[in-house]
């Protein structure tokens, strides 16, 4: 079942702002799930060092439009109160820079600061900013003191950019010299960004997984993962779904790790059902509790229950009843070929495909999404080396787009 530590931080549908009491009617545009602050086994973050008296600049790319816009700030995983001396938001001009006749001063209840609680999370006041699907936004939040480890996101895709001092309000890059290089970014206390105002739209297609569908793979800063890919779809169709992307890489269904996030069965909720219009969860997740089962790789010496077809089956089913309880639709998607990598085994190969025979034949999904043969569509068990980054399990973005199209759009729920 769905564990409860799900509903640690309160609902988003909870939250307040100065607006409570108006009819506005907020839709996700963009998100990230949220993790704990670890050392990063394959490439350095700031989670680990944090903050203090420093702007962290991080951008993101909207899949709704609107005329209003506000910030969602996670402290999930913080160990006290974090404050927040200043925030901003504004349309992105290239690289750390921001549109200057764009750049809007965020308040929280209508202070220019905010304290998120330890274990919580809050919601900015809106503030005028039009907006359109596919534009990317810039956040910028400064910490004058000591935040400590950061609540995260590890694997952005994304360049984050860092300045010495207060500098949230400065549409230049001039100051904002320091980026990780080499790294693939991340994304730091930055939980979601929601729109409203611009006409109607559908309800959100929410992804969630692991790292096929966080994007490790992808061009930094190409925004062309594979939701990227569906939200191009769907806009090329006029269908105005927001797309919200929930992967975590490294994440596993059924157990917690160190740095690859909360297990899927205890983040669905928050992660999923409790996104601003979320309509349809599309669910891809069960291959690293496959290949790696233990957490040796977080530099964590635990072994995992060992893995049959049946207890992901079990997990599978358990997300199913959460999101029907709460009236989404739920698409599953077919766990992915992975021979040739480093943590290929014939025994695990063969659990990969009894699980996608009972996605495939067993009608407790609403949909599927065959993303098995979209990548191996003549059944080798391997990914070609053209939709492939290397590594013979992570798509290339040409990969990704065979993922995005593999989705039937009219599996899609069309009202919440």
């Known amino acids: 079942m769905i564990s409860p530590k799900s509903t640690e931080q309160p609902s988003i549908a909870t939250l307040t702002t100065a607006d409570a009491g108006t009819r506005t009617i907020w839709h996700g545009a963009w998100t990230a799930a949220v993790m704990r602050p670890s050392a990063a086994p394959w490439f350095p973050t700031w989670a680990e060092d944090g903050f203090a008296d420093q702007s962290v600049r991080q951008i993101v790319r909207v899949n709704a439009g609107g005329t209003k816009v506000r910030i969602r700030l996670s402290n999930a995983y913080g160990a006290a109160p974090l404050q927040v001396t200043g925030a901003s938001i504004g349309l992105t001009a290239e690289g750390a820079a921001v549109r200057p006749d764009t750049i809007r001063q965020l308040r929280f209840a209508g202070s220019p600061s905010a304290l998120v609680p330890t274990r919580g999370r809050i919601v900015s006041d809106p503030v005028d900013l039009p907006t359109r699907p596919r534009e990317q936004l810039t956040i910028t939040l400064y910490f004058k003191d000591a935040t400590g480890p950061t609540t995260h996101h590890q694997l952005s895709m994304t360049t984050s950019y860092r300045a010495a001092g207060d500098h949230h309000r400065d549409p230049s890059a001039a100051a904002y010299t320091d980026s990780i290089e080499p790294g693939f970014g991340s994304w730091y206390f930055l939980e979601g960004v929601e729109t409203s105002g611009g006409g109607p739209r559908l309800p959100a297609v929410v992804a969630f997984g692991d790292s096929i569908t966080d994007g490790f793979g992808a061009n930094v800063d190409g925004d062309d993962r594979y939701p990227d890919a569906l939200a191009e779809r769907l806009a090329a169709a006029g269908r105005p779904h927001p797309v919200l992307n929930a992967g975590i890489g490294s994440n596993k269904l059924l157990t917690d790790s160190a740095c690859g996030g909360d297990s899927g ?116 068990g391997s990914v070609p080396d053209a939709l492939h980054m290397g590594d013979h399990i992570h798509p290339s973005p040409a990969g990704y787009r065979a993922m995005a199209g593999a989705v039937d759009l009219a599996d899609l729920a069309e009202r919440q």
């Open 265 to 380: 069965v205890s983040r669905f909720a928050r992660d999923v059902l409790d996104q601003p219009g979320a309509g349809t969860a599309i669910v891809l997740i069960g291959i690293n509790d496959i290949q790696l089962n233990d957490d040796r790789m977080c530099g964590v010496d635990l072994d995992d229950p060992p893995v049959t077809a049946q207890r992901l089956i079990d997990g599978h089913q358990a997300l199913i009843r959460a999101a029907t309880a709460r009236g989404v639709t739920v698409v599953g998607g077919t766990l992915t070929p992975f021979q040739g990598s480093a943590g290929w085994t014939a025994e695990g190969d063969e659990i990969r495909r009894q699980v996608n025979r009972w996605i495939r034949t067993s009608g407790a999904y609403d949909a599927v999404a065959d993303f098995d043969r979209a990548l191996d569509p003549d059944g080798t």
